[in-house]
């Protein structure tokens, strides 16, 4: 197998096992069903849209629910198959769920809803012609996504005093949403250490960029320092979907820094797949 397809089927397993989680969080979630973010006022956002009865339909609770489960079949049998009309029809399937669920939130789509539509919708082109060339360029979409993505993030934490002075962070985690009460009372009693991982974040994600033109020793820490930091959003704030979409771009920017470092060399082992870059 290439590394190029090695690396095809890492980013389809992770997008996979990530959509998976994704589905079941929303299955699983319990929340009013008349509250203002109901459908039936969301809907009012729509005033050209509701009038197409499917679309309307799909919206209300009990449609979204099947929206929500088609999804979570599109996300398992993209894993388990490997016949590209399937895999067409997934990744397709996948990407117009998603779209529903931008269109049923009241927030439209957080990140991890546009990295795994992103993902899924290059997955998608891949698959519907399924050459070198379409892989080079879908990798490299993701990728610029992934390095803009950071590097906008960063500098507007950067930009903003309460990020630069901590109490940002100290917020965040003092929220009833992705909030941890023990690492709130940890940062707000030590208001400097709030403060030297707020610059340790920004600082990461703003030059993240640079990643891609450095030393493969740097390139790899770099993949570490932002494997830890969503992996620790799981953890202490639950952001499971941020962890594994964001792990699944890091294989497209991997056959990214291969293009740029035609003489790079060295190997690792992920998930039983070993990945050279040569």
């Not at 069903?33 to 809907?43: G, I, Y």
């Not at 950071?150 to 930009?159: E, M, N, P, R, V």
Request: with cysteine.
């Amino acid at each position: 197998m290439s590394i190029q397809l090695e690396i095809l089927s890492l980013t389809r397993l992770i997008c996979g096992v990530c959509s998976i989680v994704y589905a079941l969080e929303k299955l699983l979630y319990k929340k009013p069903t008349h509250d203002l973010l109901s459908w039936e006022v969301l809907q009012l956002r729509h005033p050209i849209f509701i009038k197409i009865p499917i679309f309307n339909q799909l919206c209300a609770e009990k449609g979204i629910k099947i929206v929500t489960i088609v999804f979570l079949i599109g996300s398992i049998i993209s894993i388990v198959t490997d016949i590209e009309l399937l895999l067409i029809l997934c990744y397709f399937m996948m990407s117009m769920c998603l779209l529903i669920f931008s269109a049923r939130s009241a927030y439209g789509m957080d990140g991890s809803d546009q990295v795994i539509f992103i993902i899924a919708t290059c997955l998608f082109f891949i698959y519907l012609h399924n050459t070198v060339i379409i892989r080079h360029i879908a990798f490299t979409f993701i990728t610029l996504q992934l390095l803009f993505s950071y590097f906008i993030s960063g500098y507007a934490k950067l930009t903003a005093k309460v990020w630069r002075n901590g109490e940002a962070l100290v917020g965040i985690m003092g929220n009833d949403i992705y909030g941890n009460e023990n690492v709130y009372t940890l940062l707000s009693q030590n208001i400097k250490i709030s403060q030297v991982l707020s610059w340790v974040v920004f600082g990461w994600e703003a030059l993240f960029f640079i990643c891609i033109f450095c030393n493969q020793h740097v390139f790899i820490c770099f993949i570490i320092v932002g494997f830890l930091f969503h992996l620790t959003n799981a953890i202490v704030m639950g952001l499971n979907t941020f962890f594994l979409a964001f792990v699944a771009c890091y294989f497209p920017l991997i056959h990214c820094y291969l293009l740029v470092h035609s003489d790079a060399v060295f190997s690792f082992q992920v998930l039983g797949y070993q990945v050279f870059i040569v």
